[in-house]
């Protein structure tokens, strides 16, 4: 039978910013193979099928594909289908919450119309920032990321590789310029990343040039068949990790303004709140806004 869909662009107020999803609703006749053929199909960096949930408390189960894998869990597709949902409804709903079961756990998301009448969602994440160990030198990061050694780690920064479920590793570079000349050498990320647990590299920076932004970023991950992300929601969930570990801020609620994609000419923005407390995180959350761009149906696959 064919299959409704739409695509939103997530984490921008703008149609054709921030990262395109896919959101494939009434999946439950297709099975894993079909999804991934579909998810390659659309060739973005993630694919979501919505599913009946397993346990009443929850209202959905969410699948994510890359176009080569599926995940267990990522940010703009858990926001993007949230607003998918509650665009969906009949009649569009303004304010809704959501529980939805993916391969990580539970993800509450909420969703409410801003003042200026665009979705915003904002999920908690299930699993708290982990830091798993890392290996890798900064002047390995250096080749991979074809940067001089001494453009990375500013200050004592230090690179760290951090999860909520799915592992990235933290690179901190001292300025924009680094940033927007950081490019992947395939040859140094086969040679140094083959073995390794994370083949998602997050390249930051608190240079700015924009008060209302604290961090600005790119993503790289061709294992998973994304060259460049435009915005990681997952990527920034991990990043409170870092940023506390790093920071040691006092107990409370902190927030945080992360700039993705710009040297993609996909602008995206991604808010951040860590709850603080005697330096332990004990909830994240990450919010964005998704406005629709296309409908459309899937021919029996």
């Given at each position: ?11 921008t ?29 659309f060739?973005?960096s993630?694919t979501?099928?919505?599913?009946p ?12 594909f890359t176009p080569?894998?599926e ?19 009949s009649?569009?709903?303004d304010r809704?919450e959501?529980?939805?079961?993916e ?10 119309k ?7 969602a ?22 991979v990321?074809?940067?001089e ?32 000349s ?17 083949t998602?590299a ?20 061709p ?14 969930a ?11 801020p ?14 993609m000419?996909?602008s995206?923005?991604?808010d ?13 959350r990450?919010g ?8 459309g ?5």
């Amino acid at each position: 039978m064919p299959h409704a869909f739409v695509t939103l662009d997530v984490f921008t107020k703008q149609i054709f910013g921030g990262n395109p999803l896919a959101v494939v609703f009434d999946a439950a006749g297709l099975d894993s193979a079909a999804m991934q053929k579909i998810a390659r199909e659309f060739n973005l960096s993630e694919t979501t099928f919505v599913l009946p949930s397993e346990h009443p408390d929850n209202t959905h189960r969410v699948r994510i594909f890359t176009p080569v894998a599926e995940l267990p869990f990522a940010g703009h597709p858990t926001l993007g289908t949230a607003v998918a949902l509650a665009l969906a409804a009949s009649p569009p709903q303004d304010r809704v919450e959501y529980r939805f079961e993916e391969s990580i756990g539970v993800i509450p998301v909420s969703v409410a119309k801003t003042s200026d009448g665009v979705m915003r969602a904002e999920l908690s994440v299930a699993q708290r920032p982990l830091r798993l160990p890392d290996t890798l030198s900064p002047a390995i990061w250096a080749d991979v990321l074809s940067l001089e050694e001494s453009a990375l780690c500013p200050g004592d920064a230090q690179i760290g590789l951090w999860t909520c479920g799915t592992p990235f590793s933290f690179v901190p570079v001292a300025n924009l310029e680094a940033l927007g000349s950081a490019s992947v050498d395939m040859t140094a990320w086969r040679q140094h990343l083959n073995n390794e647990e994370s083949t998602e590299a997050f390249v930051f920076t608190r240079e700015t040039n924009d008060r209302t932004i604290d961090i600005r970023a790119r993503m790289f991950a061709p294992d998973l068949g994304i060259a460049e992300d435009p915005a990681t929601g997952s990527a920034v969930a991990a990043l409170a990790g870092w940023l506390v570990d790093s920071d040691k801020p006092d107990d409370g609620t902190h927030r945080w303004i992360i700039a993705q994609g710009v040297e993609m000419g996909r602008s995206s923005l991604l808010d951040l709140e860590a709850d603080v407390k005697n330096g332990r995180i004990l909830g994240v959350r990450v919010g964005g806004c998704a406005v629709p761009v296309t409908t459309g149906m899937i021919t029996d696959p």
